[in-house]
């Protein structure tokens, strides 16, 4: 299938970005864009800037230069009220979840409902206790603090919170990091059930090569300040760039390749 | 695009065993807070009965909306294959489908208990806190102390460094404020003496009030207050986010003790600093209520100082200065104490900050207490 390119294809566009801090350039001239039901997957070495990108897209960190469009519209000539009609359009899951540490994983899937949405508090607890269970997290997790819950269990919640406005985007912020290896496999699946079932556009910051293999149709290498290849992961692994051969290549590479291989047939 | 505005809406009759539900309008989360009520109702009503809801006019549908629809679904029929949904378009459909294993509810918040015996739980956690925490501070107190015994013996241990770095925080930072507030508690104190004062033709005697007050409890007792809100309270901050992000743990992995790194060298600090502190603050006092006594009773320093020299015995200030390490210590050690009690949460963080300000200045108050007792005793 081709697809005509026109604006409504794409859920993100970013143009020229550059980012630093003081003198210290992470993004130049960066260009990327993500397809509207698409799971990206964004790899690159340490500190070439992942996260900055992600925090960037979302409006914690101010560019140096370049603009973002975020379905369709400018994020930063906007108004301050259309600026939060967008963000109540995407879900952020953060490295660790960053769960309201005062509040029950109930209570935080209910903060941004309370926050945006007039309605019945029983009908909050309803929509919380539906996104925790698609979460993957059991009905007793519902009254727990964070502190007292895994770190699997704790980026389940943050998943939970990021999905309860129904967003249209979900960014994932190495979300299978640090999470066992059937812990992280579970976390793949969910994400690929959640955009099957609600045609959710992910856009995932990853080191795991399992989860590129398993969930991503399109991967985006960042390195050298930009983007140096994007597309599935087939035809990047073909890139001959050094870093993104001893990426794929290297012993883990080969046995994730190998894994989903496997799979495939 | 209909020019209907964007609601949820349902309209439901009964037909025998049978009712039938159409679902119209925006089912998305914005919209369905209205009609929650109304739908609950509802669903009440078509207990055992079956239910077929009609999906044809529906305009959109997203999780909660599904979710709601199957919690209806569920609530009523769904006992034989007459309950269904009809009409759905295919994307509707696959979400309700997805929405049927998540209907199960969950609690929101730990479980409430009686209030008289959540009460009777508290007052019992409390003394019982009251005593374990005695024990703690007594078992940290010994500790420190044996820290420090260590490092006076092989003083290449003290993190020399770090010592500099909490004297130049709590100690050189502060002498703008101290300086400022004991500056005024002088000019007070002489303003109030004064009035009494004159009232006997005794305005001379405002001098040696000056200099009893300030340099014996004023001066040494506010800068202790002031540096148990300024530095304890830092104190617990520092130690309680960087137990909170586990490095304190990480330093005991690495063989080091968390006790020698962090909390001998801010005790040493302010062990150090207080004093002089003290100093800074009992000088700016006098300099305080010397002006206001030249001001107002026509005191001139030349005769506020001779008069000093002449009643103020050196003992006033000595008792100032005797008490500025012991207030030090206690603010120090209850500061880093609470630091390490920290648990988990960022809001753990300002409890134990709270209570180290509050304990600090408590102690700091009665010891105060305990030393005017003293040295009344020894004629001091």
Redesign the interface.
């Given at each position: 299938m081709i697809a005509a390119e026109h604006l409504d294809d794409w859920a993100i566009e970013v143009e020229g970005l550059r980012t630093q801090f003081g003198a210290h350039v992470v993004h130049d001239n960066l260009d990327l864009k993500v397809r509207r039901g698409e799971i990206l997957g964004v790899v690159g070495g340490s500190g070439t800037g992942k996260s900055v990108l992600l925090r960037t897209i979302i409006g914690l960190n101010a560019q140096a230069a370049g603009r973002i469009f975020v379905f369709g519209e400018d994020y930063d000539a906007v108004s301050n009220e259309a600026r939060r009609a967008i963000e109540r359009r995407w879900g952020v899951l953060f490295q660790d979840g960053a769960l309201f540490s005062s509040l029950t994983v109930a209570q935080n899937v209910m903060a941004p409902l309370r926050e945006h949405l007039d309605m019945p508090e029983a009908l909050m607890e309803d929509i919380a206790a539906m996104k925790i269970s698609m979460a993957g997290l059991p009905p007793d997790a519902g009254a727990k603090y964070p502190s007292e819950l895994s770190g699997g269990m704790r980026k389940r919640a943050g998943l939970a919170r990021a999905l309860a406005l129904d967003p249209e985007i979900v960014f994932l912020d190495e979300p299978t990091a640090g999470l066992d290896p059937i812990g992280a496999a579970k976390f793949d699946q969910l994400v690929l059930s959640l955009k099957k079932a609600l045609g959710l556009t992910v856009f995932m910051v990853t080191h795991d090569l399992d989860s590129l293999y398993e969930d991503c149709d399109r991967i985006a290498v960042l390195a050298e300040k930009k983007v140096i290849a994007i597309g599935p992961i087939d035809e990047v692994r073909r890139n001959p760039h050094p870093w993104i051969q001893e990426y794929f290549s290297g012993p883990r590479g080969r046995v994730a390749a190998h894994a989903a291989g496997a799979a495939a047939e | 695009m209909t020019s209907l505005p964007k609601t949820a809406d349902f309209e439901a009759e009964k037909a025998e065993r049978t009712f039938h539900m159409a679902a119209k309008g925006l089912w998305?989360?914005?919209c369905?807070?209205p009609i929650?009520?109304r739908l609950?109702t509802f669903t009440e009503k078509t207990l055992d009965h079956e239910l077929i809801i009609d999906l044809g006019a529906l305009e959109g549908l997203?999780?909660?909306g599904a979710?709601?629809l199957q919690?209806t679904m569920s609530a009523c029929g769904g006992r034989t294959d007459e309950s269904r949904f009809v009409n759905a378009a295919p994307?509707h459909m696959?979400?309700l489908v997805?929405?049927t294993?998540?209907?199960?509810?969950?609690?929101?918040?730990?479980?409430q208990r009686n209030a008289f015996i959540l009460m009777l739980n508290r007052v019992g956690q409390g003394v019982e806190n009251v005593y374990f925490s005695a024990l703690h501070i007594l078992n940290f107190i010994g500790v420190v102390i044996s820290v420090l015994w260590r490092i006076l013996r092989e003083p290449k241990r003290l993190r020399l460094t770090s010592t500099f770095h909490h004297m130049e925080e709590a100690g050189l930072d502060a002498v703008p404020i101290v300086g400022l507030m004991s500056f005024l508690i002088g000019a007070v104190v002489a303003f109030m003496g004064a009035k009494v004062l004159q009232q006997f033709g005794a305005e001379i005697f405002t001098v040696d009030l000056i200099g009893v007050a300030v340099l014996r409890e004023f001066g040494v007792l506010l800068t202790a207050i002031l540096i148990a809100g300024r530095s304890g309270s830092a104190f617990t901050a520092q130690i309680g986010s960087m137990k909170v992000r586990e490095e304190i743990d990480a330093m005991r992995a690495l063989g080091l003790d968390p006790v020698e790194v962090l909390v001998a060298p801010r005790v040493i600090a302010l062990l150090l600093m207080l004093p002089l502190l003290t100093f800074v603050a009992g000088m700016l006092g006098m300099v305080g209520g010397a002006l206001v006594a030249w001001s107002s009773l026509n005191i001139t320093p030349g005769m506020f100082m001779a008069r000093t020299q002449e009643v103020i015995v050196l003992s006033n200030f000595w008792v100032g200065m005797i008490k500025a390490p012991f207030f030090a210590f206690i603010i120090a050690v209850i500061g880093c104490f609470q630091g390490t009690q920290v648990?988990?949460?960022?809001?753990s963080v300002g409890q134990r900050t709270t209570l180290s300000v509050v304990q600090a200045i408590f102690v700091v108050i009665m010891l105060d207490a305990f030393f005017a007792m003293f040295f009344l005793e020894i004629d001091f």
């Open positions: - | 998305t989360a914005p369905l807070g929650d009520g609950r997203d999780t909660a979710m709601m919690r994307e696959t979400l997805a929405m294993d998540n209907l199960a509810p969950c609690p929101t918040e730990p479980p648990e988990g949460s960022a809001e």
